[in-house]
């Protein structure tokens, strides 16, 4: 299986949206509605910022939120804040019943 | 509340297996609701998923990874074990315990509900 296709990084202002893809195939993304996604700051383990491709975890900000079209998911973070800025890695399940990480995002403050 | 801990050797030596724990704390390993998997990040890359077991012992594993990988679960010990054959430098990483709640049956999958804080690993000769 190859990894889900993520930008290498996406940078923005404070204040301001932006928006990660993570594009794969009908055999993953496409497939189900079990795409999640993760921030993992330096030095630390990831954590679970989104599941069901649009569903936040309790005690996720709502400025986090996620969607799907076909086989591309995207995660948008808006009102853009300094402690946003992490590395960003998209998951799948796929139809072999394995899961597949994205190469993961950089997100940068400006 | 659920908690995962790494245990094994930081340095392992190359061709030889590298060998890992994860004990499960705050929470019964044979819960109904979650994998136990394995999840390794090598430095300055990203994350890449090995495999994962449930309790009673069906697991998956990473195609790239399969004929070297071996995962079990003790119950009595509320743990469970990664083994990786045959390493070389490119299996040196970070490894993550993880507890994922799926249900492969009606293909679900939530994601990594539960992290370990990792452990470091390095294949050297």
């Known amino acids: 299986q190859s990894a889900l296709t993520q930008p290498a990084s996406v940078s923005g202002s404070p204040g301001q949206s932006i928006t990660i893809s993570c594009t794969g195939t009908?055999?993953?993304?496409?497939?189900?509605?079990?795409v999640s996604w993760y921030q993992q700051h330096p030095g630390k383990a990831p954590k679970l910022m989104i599941y069901d491709v649009t569903n936040r975890p309790s005690g996720v900000s709502n400025r986090f939120s996620g969607s799907k079209s076909d086989n591309t998911a995207s995660l948008t973070i808006s009102g853009l804040q300094a402690e946003d800025e992490a590395d960003y890695y998209c998951?799948?399940?796929?139809?072999?019943?394995?899961?597949?990480f994205g190469g993961g995002t950089k997100v940068t403050v400006l | 509340q659920l908690q995962l801990q790494e245990s094994g050797p930081g340095l392992v030596k190359t061709s030889e297996t590298l060998s890992l724990t994860c004990t499960v704390s705050?929470?019964?390993?044979?819960?109904?609701?979650?994998?136990w998997g394995w999840i390794r990040q090598p430095p300055g890359k990203g994350l890449e998923w090995i495999g994962s077991?449930?309790?009673?012992?069906?697991?998956y594993c990473n195609p790239s990874l399969k004929s070297r990988v071996t995962i079990s679960v003790d119950t009595s010990k509320n743990q469970f074990s990664l083994k990786l054959s045959s390493v070389i430098a490119a299996d040196t990483a970070v490894y993550y315990c993880a507890g994922e709640i799926a249900a492969p049956e009606i293909h679900y999958y939530y994601g990594v509900d539960v992290w370990g804080q990792g452990t470091t690993v390095t294949v050297s000769s």
């Open positions: 009908s055999s993953d993304v496409g497939a189900y509605d079990s």
């Open positions: 077991i449930y309790y009673s012992g069906g697991t």
């Open positions: 705050g929470g019964s390993i044979s819960s109904s609701s979650y994998y």
């Open positions: 998951t799948s399940y796929t139809t072999t019943s394995t899961r597949v």
